[in-house]
């Protein structure tokens, strides 16, 4: 039978099931990107998540559109990476967007910040909110078209030399913490440290700094830090539902065939839901070893969690008062969040409430 025959006949499906791509993906040319991770490659859920996008977009271009993946420190910095994907270094890079609250606090939005959506609320405000209309509107100001590459889920609150009891004890804290949650932490006396993810047991270790947060359960076990520090803390205020993100040099992305965007498009969907589902599995046993060996968990006091609040949203006020582009975004994210917390407070949280007293 005649190729043409053969594909009006069986339909797309029928050419997917016997294993041929259609011959709109077979007529793109061979095309050959390198992405550029913030992350070791030691952690397979967080740096996983690209490797899984790679492997997707492989599949569904048969093979024609190849993505190498490389760790933080091959090619770039961890924090290197949107220099380098704005400057076309690299074709694109796998990221948490806070890192860079450095160059304009709305990468913060992009990501995390304290006390703000959770991961369903993220995928919401993104996907059918005005989330990702808004950031890619900023991201355009860097050359970059950005997609949704995965979330950790809430995070726990880090590892600690000594438990903090109370407010008293964030004073001259040397806290090792991600992005955009230092500037809190030094607003309640605290001493932030942005770190990468590789290097933060030998800064524990050493003594350097005091305390150290990365993920939750089952990275933090990867990296060890239960080793230096037995104090684990809850919950990370700060990351209730961190997003990360692909990000993509914007003329590179306007080089792509429709196709081969709409399958860009897919394999970043798969691997955001891919990520939190591994971290989602994993961290309850990772949780259960580590207490089992020793590690010590506490929940952050009262006090510390309504100073940190209360700094919050005197932050976030006083950045929209000098950074337009940071107010146009949070005025959108804070009445996304609004609306979302009326509605988790009776669905969500009071079925988790009621399922998290019974015995199981």
């Known amino acids: 039978m005649e190729r043409r025959s053969f594909v009006r006949h069986a339909g797309l499906a029928g050419v997917l099931a016997a294993g041929a791509a259609p011959a709109v993906v077979h007529a793109q040319a061979n095309i050959r990107w390198r992405l550029a991770s913030s992350f070791p490659k030691s952690l397979d859920t967080i740096y996983g ?17 190849q993505i190498t993946v490389h760790p933080a420190g ?23 967007p806070y890192y860079f609250f450095g160059k304009d606090e709305t990468f913060a939005l992009g990501c995390a910040i304290p006390f703000g959506l959770n991961s369903r609320q993220m995928t919401a405000w993104m996907y059918e909110g005005n989330g990702l209309k808004l950031m890619r509107e900023f991201y355009a100001k860097f050359s970059i078209v950005n997609f949704p590459g995965g979330n950790t889920g809430a995070q726990m609150g880090g590892w600690y030399r000594k438990p903090v009891a109370s407010m008293a004890d964030m004073k001259g804290l040397k806290f090792r913490v991600g992005g955009f949650a230092g500037k809190v932490v030094e607003r309640m006396g605290g001493v932030p440290q942005n770190i990468p993810g590789g290097e933060i047991y030998q800064a524990l270790e050493k003594g350097t700094i ?32 961190p997003q990360l993100d ?8 306007d080089g792509l065939s429709a196709e081969y965007k709409a399958i860009v498009e897919c394999a970043a969907s798969y691997a955001h839901v891919d990520m939190q589902g591994k971290y989602d599995g994993r961290n309850p046993v990772a949780l259960r070893s580590l207490v089992s060996s020793g590690t010590k968990l506490f929940r952050f006091p009262k006090d510390v969690m309504d100073t940190a609040f209360k700094e919050s949203m005197a932050l976030y ?23 979302q917390n009326l509605w988790f407070r009776f669905a969500e949280a009071g079925f988790d409430d009621f399922m998290q007293q019974q015995k199981l």
């Open 49 to 65: 998540a690209a490797d899984e996008f790679s492997k997707k977009v492989a599949a569904m271009s048969g093979g024609k559109f």
């Open 74 to 96: 091959e090619l770039m910095p961890a924090f290197g990476v949107v220099d380098g994907v704005q400057n076309a270094t690299v074709e694109m890079a796998h990221t948490a």
């Open 210 to 241: 005091d305390a150290a947060e990365w993920v939750g359960p089952y990275d933090d076990q990867k990296l060890g830090f239960n080793k230096v520090a037995p104090n684990y803390a809850y919950p990370g205020w700060w990351e209730g539902g």
């Open 246 to 253: 692909f990000f993509i040099n914007q003329k590179a992305w």
């Open 317 to 339: 006020a006083e950045i929209g008062d000098k950074n337009p582009n940071w107010k146009k975004v949070y005025a959108d994210y804070a009445k996304f969040r609004a609306d």
